[in-house]
């Protein structure tokens, strides 16, 4: 069992780059898909993007492609997502996810508390 936990939101302009992390605590970490997901007011949760157990394999959503990239280092049981040229409507609650079995747009048995990104324009 894994317990994810976001860090890195903040307010940035229209145009800049933000990375979140997200450090999920237990000892078997590389056995865990990971995925990021993203809650904007009002809308559903949407699909960000995920990464492999091994980090080997990663898949985007049309809406970030070519401008978000998700990581990750085993060693030190975290996952990062680099957002570049971000855009107003990529203001959400950021949120991490881990599960051993599913991955990509698959449910994920584990979720973090969320943090917040606000992009101004």
């Known amino acids: 069992q894994v317990q994810p936990v976001e860090s890195g939101g903040g307010l940035v302009q229209a145009g800049g780059s933000l990375r979140l992390s997200c450090a999920a605590s237990?000892?078997?970490?590389?056995?865990?898909?990971m995925g990021w997901f993203r809650q904007a007011p009002g809308k559903e949760r949407e699909f960000v993007g995920a990464i492999s157990m091994s980090g080997a394999t990663t898949y985007y959503a049309d809406s970030v492609k070519g401008r978000f990239t998700i990581s990750r280092d085993n060693a030190k049981n975290t996952v990062y997502l680099q957002m570049n040229s971000l855009k107003p409507e990529d203001t959400a609650v950021y949120y991490c996810a881990a599960d051993p079995t599913h991955w990509g747009t698959g449910s994920y048995a584990y979720w973090g508390q969320g943090t917040q990104v606000t992009v101004s324009s």
């Open positions: 237990g000892r078997t970490f590389s056995s865990y898909h």
